[in-house]
């Protein structure tokens, strides 16, 4: 793989996947960062009708150096790390019943105690801070540096300080959303047109020293500008291994969990398409998606629980035999970056097969996931 920079030029215009007509009343949202669709497409404008690999795209943040920034592991209540109930057999809530068909519940550990009573005394001590200091905001990181991955895959914990936002790095929000009108005017007149004649959009602008990171299986000449979104803004190419050098240490990490055949979570790092055609009682096919693959079982099976958010709607193409044209693709709804996943022993993905027709998710770089061990509280710290 090589692993590359991409920085923005201008601001980007890269429409979710709603439907969109310039009417009254009409916006036009934008997502970020681009999903691999869009990747792909305008790197065929660079390489041409190649097959690609995708790793990302991730973020990356300029300093000193080149750091790899990955999307926060949402199954967190402050610093404290949330576990399936089943795991959890000292929890005061043991015998609460719950459909035992559905993901189980998540709950703090039972020795978390202490850790939740020294938050309470720090927020207590940020308020008084805050009421002597109004413009005093303490603002938590949305994306993890690497090092901070690599501690959270190694140890399965994130320290409360790793959560807060770096003065000046932007870690809770790396870009800021501008918004544009459109106006047609109706000819001869200086008026705008009755109907179809304007229009809002949602642009996206990262903040300075930030950029986003794709690694790809084919060497480009850099520096290099490809065009990227609706209005095919430009998007200039380094190559920057280093991101490359940390990313594989991320993943010698989860593999080395993945092997270890016990308790585990997955970490979902970049949007995870889990869909699959059923066929409904009129005989009529369709493809279904939700937030965890279809392989893994919840009955007799080693998926236990879960912890995510809102789906990503992504809208993606079909393109025909030839490669010549593509058509808009039905939606699919993708489960978001950092959802976990805890499974009573790792279990690979159908799609990750190569001989698979859906392999193409994954080369698109979508449902990557890191693996990390469950490491439970020792008893003697209970």
């Not at 594989?248 to 970049?270: G, P, R």
């Not at 998926?303 to 789906?311: E, I």
Request: proline share 7%; net charge negative.
């Amino acid at each position: 793989m090589y692993w590359y920079k991409l920085t923005p030029l201008d601001i980007l215009m890269l429409r979710d996947a709603k439907p969109f007509s310039p009417q009254e009343r009409a916006w036009a949202g934008s997502v970020f960062p681009p999903n691999g669709h869009t990747i792909a497409g305008a790197l065929r404008g660079l390489l041409g009708k190649e097959t690609f690999n995708i790793v990302g795209p991730f973020l990356c943040y300029e300093n000193t150096e080149n750091t790899l920034y990955l999307p926060r592991p949402l199954g967190f209540v402050k610093s404290t790390a949330l576990v399936p109930l089943k795991w959890e057999t000292k929890s005061h809530i043991n015998n609460a019943l719950w459909d035992e068909t559905q993901p189980c519940p998540l709950v703090k550990p039972h020795n978390a105690k202490d850790e939740d009573e020294e938050d309470e005394k720090d927020e207590e001590k940020i308020n008084s801070l805050q009421k002597c200091e109004e413009s005093s905001e303490v603002k938590f990181r949305q994306y993890l540096p690497y090092c901070v991955v690599k501690n959270y895959l190694e140890t399965g914990e994130i320290n409360k300080d790793n959560w807060k936002v770096v003065d000046g790095t932007h870690e809770d929000k790396p870009w800021t959303i501008e918004t544009r009108s459109h106006n047609s005017i109706e000819p001869g007149t200086k008026q705008v047109k009755d109907a179809d004649g304007y229009f809002v959009e949602n642009a996206i602008r990262l903040h300075q020293n930030w950029s986003f990171a794709i690694g790809i299986n084919h060497e480009i000449t850099t520096p290099a500008t490809i065009r990227l979104g609706g209005e095919g803004h430009r998007v200039i190419v380094e190559s920057c291994p280093e991101l490359g050098e940390q990313w594989q240490e991320l993943q010698k990490i989860s593999s080395d969990n993945f092997n270890h055949h016990d308790k585990s979570i997955a970490y979902l790092v970049t949007p995870g398409v889990f869909e699959r055609p059923h066929t409904d009682k009129h005989q009529q096919r369709m493809n279904l998606c939700r937030p965890y693959p279809w392989e893994w079982k919840i009955k007799d099976g080693n998926f236990v629980s879960m912890s995510t958010d809102r789906p990503v709607p992504i809208s993606c193409r079909i393109r025909d035999k030839d490669d010549v044209k593509s058509i808009p693709a039905p939606q699919v709804f993708a489960a978001p970056p950092g959802s976990l996943y805890y499974l009573n022993k790792p279990q690979g993905l159908f799609q990750d097969h190569t001989d698979s027709r859906i392999n193409n998710w994954r080369q698109l770089g979508y449902s990557e996931m890191l693996w990390i061990k469950y490491q439970g509280k020792s008893e003697e710290n209970s």
